[in-house]
């Protein structure tokens, strides 16, 4: 299909409250709404006409919204991490998207679906031979534990690292207890202990379809820390600005890494995206010890504000923020023939 002049309809989630969790939650929530911000403004520099499409909580308010664009000449920038306060709903908008005919940017509802069930993605990494931490799920505080001590319990359908404190990391039975009773009660979802791998960190942002194009790794750098149980990425240390971790973690990128460790990051990396069936784009969360890349993570719409991780990989491959979300487009258009 050629068209001339498409339309982009960006949608986008617009969160008014939070429904459960911590009141400071709100803040990771909101941050989609900036990110549209900047992804519109980039799409109109670029000369996209284009029209921004929030989705609050009713979603046949935003069927109705989209319905008023035509599938035929409009194309759908998604960047929805989440619905009506609930990042586990994020397929729910893809949905809508394709029952109304549109293509859209990113992975399907069926591979969002599987990212945002840690338990479930990471068994199928596991069917797969990809390595990651060994794992249970916890749907009430008791019962036997099988994962290693340090161990690191979080929600099983979040991100941000929303619902992940200093206390998240726990070295015994009763802590543990402890904070699966804390997710259970706050966050209102089965409670993911993984164990914790002491090691550094890094986060893979890639793009394509068929063969991937992965571009300069980021390695958090925890070394303001010198407890390896403290160094890892809590709620406050992403989002709470004048906190100690928030200020003190640093990012470095390109992340130093021999050429063998390099390769074999990437490789694991672009391994869990096509384990997950993902499009288009996606970061992967890796903690590396002895070797071994562990998967933590897969991020099927990553953060794409102009400050978070995708934006500073592309920056380095040779894409200003401008020309990253112009490619993300163009992959999308050209998967769906487009153009
Ligand atoms: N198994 C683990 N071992 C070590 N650190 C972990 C592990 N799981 C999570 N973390 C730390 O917690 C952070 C958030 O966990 P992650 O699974 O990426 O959740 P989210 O989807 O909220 O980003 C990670 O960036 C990492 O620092
Ligand atoms: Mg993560």
Same mark, same amino acid.
């Given at each position: 299909?050629?068209?001339?002049?498409?339309?982009?309809?960006?949608?986008?989630?617009?969160?008014?409250?939070?429904?459960?969790?911590?009141?400071?939650?709100?803040?990771?929530?909101?941050?989609?709404?900036?990110?549209? &911000?900047?992804?519109? +403004?980039? @799409?109109?520099? /670029? =000369?996209?006409? !284009?029209?921004?499409?929030? %989705?609050?909580?009713?979603?046949?308010?935003?069927?109705?919204?989209?319905?008023?664009?035509?599938?035929?000449?409009?194309?759908?920038?998604?960047?929805?991490?989440?619905?009506?306060?609930?990042?586990?709903?994020?397929?729910?908008?893809?949905?809508?998207?394709?029952?109304?005919?549109?293509?859209?940017?990113?992975?399907?509802?069926?591979?969002?679906?599987?990212?945002?069930?840690? &338990?479930?993605?990471? +068994?199928? @990494?596991?069917? /797969? =031979?990809?390595? !990651?931490?060994?794992?249970? %799920?916890?749907?009430?505080?008791?019962?036997?534990?099988?994962?290693?001590?340090?161990?690191?319990?979080?929600?099983?359908?979040?991100?941000?690292?929303?619902?992940?404190?200093?206390?998240?990391?726990?070295?015994?039975?009763?802590?543990?207890?402890?904070?699966?009773?804390?997710?259970?009660?706050?966050?209102?979802?089965?409670?993911?202990?993984?164990?914790?791998?002491?090691?550094?960190?890094?986060?893979?942002?890639?793009?394509?379809?068929?063969?991937?194009?992965?571009?300069?790794?980021?390695?958090?750098?925890?070394?303001?820390?010198?407890?390896?149980?403290?160094?890892?990425?809590?709620?406050?240390?992403?989002?709470?600005?004048?906190?100690?971790?928030?200020?003190?973690?640093?990012?470095?990128?390109?992340?130093?890494?021999?050429?063998?460790?390099?390769?074999?990051?990437?490789?694991?990396?672009?391994?869990?995206?096509?384990?997950?069936?993902?499009?288009?784009?996606?970061?992967?969360?890796?903690?590396?010890?002895?070797?071994?890349?562990?998967?933590?993570?897969?991020?099927?719409?990553?953060?794409?504000?102009?400050?978070?991780?995708?934006?500073?990989?592309?920056?380095?491959?040779?894409?200003?923020?401008?020309?990253?979300?112009?490619?993300?487009?163009?992959?999308?258009?050209?998967?769906?023939?487009?153009?």
């Amino acid at each position: 299909m050629d068209i001339e002049e498409p339309l982009i309809a960006l949608v986008y989630n617009q969160e008014e409250e939070i429904v459960r969790g911590e009141s400071q939650d709100l803040i990771a929530l909101q941050y989609t709404t900036k990110t549209a &911000a900047s992804v519109y +403004q980039a @799409l109109c520099r /670029l =000369g996209y006409s !284009t029209v921004m499409v929030p %989705v609050t909580n009713d979603l046949e308010l935003f069927a109705r919204e989209l319905s008023r664009y035509s599938p035929c000449n409009t194309f759908v920038f998604n960047i929805c991490d989440g619905f009506a306060g609930d990042n586990f709903s994020a397929s729910l908008i893809p949905q809508v998207i394709d029952r109304l005919g549109f293509k859209h940017t990113g992975s399907c509802a069926e591979a969002i679906r599987l990212c945002t069930d840690k &338990a479930r993605a990471k +068994q199928r @990494l596991l069917q /797969l =031979g990809v390595p !990651t931490p060994a794992y249970q %799920v916890f749907t009430r505080p008791c019962g036997e534990i099988t994962v290693p001590f340090p161990a690191i319990v979080k929600p099983v359908h979040e991100d941000g690292s929303v619902g992940i404190e200093e206390t998240s990391v726990v070295t015994s039975p009763n802590d543990l207890f402890r904070r699966v009773e804390y997710v259970l009660s706050e966050y209102c979802q089965p409670a993911l202990v993984e164990e914790y791998i002491v090691g550094r960190e890094f986060a893979v942002s890639m793009w394509g379809n068929g063969t991937m194009e992965v571009m300069p790794i980021s390695e958090h750098d925890f070394s303001a820390v010198a407890d390896p149980l403290r160094s890892f990425l809590t709620y406050e240390s992403k989002w709470v600005e004048d906190s100690f971790t928030y200020t003190s973690f640093g990012v470095i990128c390109p992340a130093r890494l021999s050429l063998e460790e390099e390769q074999c990051i990437q490789h694991t990396a672009v391994r869990a995206f096509q384990a997950m069936g993902l499009r288009d784009l996606g970061r992967v969360d890796i903690r590396y010890r002895h070797g071994i890349p562990y998967v933590i993570d897969i991020n099927e719409i990553p953060d794409l504000s102009p400050e978070a991780g995708f934006a500073r990989s592309a920056e380095i491959a040779g894409y200003d923020y401008d020309h990253m979300v112009e490619r993300i487009l163009l992959l999308a258009m050209q998967r769906e023939g487009w153009g």
